[in-house]
């Protein structure tokens, strides 16, 4: 009767098969694609089944080719801008606010490029709306001390001449 | 990516990103340092910046100035040169290896004549 018991828990044992490695249970360093939807696959547009015509992204006035060009504008904005405040050397207040509101919105843009580089939506969900949220109140801090810089201090260009020949 | 051949493209598009944070860092945490400082009492202002700095030794004020002048410097060129790229001019090898050059020669030269001022 004991050899009997004893032979059914072995065969119990080996049936269930006995992993010591924590990764048998799924544990990965690498976070890959644990967060993505196993339903859709990133094949957002795909709706119903694979016989139905592709569904586009809703059209964005603000991203896609528009975002493209309106960030090469200010770019190419900022030349004369940053050319005019060295060759002047000086407080110019027009210029002054011209930076102001240029260099904030060039910075965010970059921090902006740089979170959906290496925090995709895909990817790190939270991170990336909690970090880009962060970044558009940053963002309006940054154009509020511009403004009280520029207008009740010595302005940004003139801030960099005193700053340089000190 | 530590394996990956240095070469001048790569380098330059990452150092093109490193400049740029590292100035807008600077920026931010400046104006955001003057926009917050009403309740925290910190008083910021131009005077007490410069008084500051007038008062470190000369070294350190060239470091400074080097350490400003460089990122800013190259960080300009080499937006001149991506903007050269976005109207479809010096995609070719020849023309990205031709063009990273003059932008770092261009930033050596200026960031020494900035720091010499």
Known sequence: MSFGMLS???????RRGFHLSPFASGFTFHRGFRNASPNNNGAEYIKGSVNEAVVLPP????????????ERL???????LTIASVVKGGAHPITDLCLGVILPFHCHIGFDAMITDYFPHRRNPVLNRSFSWGLRAVTLIVLYGCYEFNTNDVGLTELVKKVWHA | MTIYQPQITWYMSASHRVTGG??????????????????????LNSDALVAEIATLPTSLKLIGKFSLAFPFVYHSFNGVRHLIWDTGNALTLKGVYTTGYTVLGLSTISTLGLCLI
């Open chain 1, 74 to 80: 200010l770019s190419v904005t900022l030349i004369p």
């Open chain 1, 59 to 70: 059209r964005d006035k603000v991203a896609g080719s528009y975002h493209w060009d309106f």
């Open chain 1, 8 to 14: 059914f828990s072995r065969g119990f044992v080996f």
């Open chain 2, 22 to 43: 590292i100035l807008a860092a600077v920026f931010y945490g400046g104006a955001i340092a003057y926009a917050i400082q009403g309740p925290l009492g910190l008083g």
